[in-house]
């Protein structure tokens, strides 16, 4: 009778099914929630003026795409083109200023967006209607109203910064 050695170490070190379990959700937590950090918060914004707010607030941690960037370009007129309509598919959270300021927004909206995608309209949060003066991002106390509003979505969607959003809010 022989006693093989490397087949007496294999055998004798071989790992239980539980603890290879643990292994593997440990691997998957090292390589795979840095991921889920570093992943940006994908904001739309129909207006340059709120996407400017949104990238102040959220820094390093969104990317913004600001749809009327242009003081040229006539928001009661614009018609937005298929890679605009792509980009709000894909937004995490989707700004305009409503009012009737900027209608086309709810047609693009109609589309099927992400599940978990947030709409922020901002004269919904201040409490302006339809028929109102719509250009409600004048006045400071809308833009504090939103300000606030947006930094809770942004925690809402990414509470592992909650305090840098806090603080970029101050």
């Known amino acids: ?64 795409t600001s749809i009327l960037n242009n003081p040229n370009e006539d928001p009661h007129t614009y018609s937005a083109d298929p890679e605009v309509a792509r980009k709000i598919a894909e937004a995490n959270l989707i700004i305009y200023n409503g009012v009737g300021y900027d209608e086309w927004m709810k047609r693009l909206l109609s589309t099927k967006g992400k599940k978990d995608r947030r709409i922020l309209v901002v004269g919904d949060l201040i409490g302006v209607s339809k028929g109102d003066n719509p250009h409600i991002w004048y006045d400071p106390n809308t833009m504090q109203t939103f300000a606030n509003s947006l930094t809770q979505t942004l925690i809402h969607l990414d509470p592992m910064h909650e305090s840098y959003y806090e603080m970029q809010l101050q």
């Open 1 to 64: 009778l022989r006693f093989n050695y490397m087949q007496h170490a294999v055998h004798s070190h071989r790992a239980s099914p539980k603890t290879l379990i643990l292994l593997l959700s440990a691997l998957f937590i090292v390589l795979f929630l840095p991921l889920k950090a570093l992943a940006q918060i994908n904001i739309v914004a129909a207006e340059n003026f709120y996407g400017s707010v949104a990238k102040q607030l959220g820094g390093k941690h969104v990317t913004i």
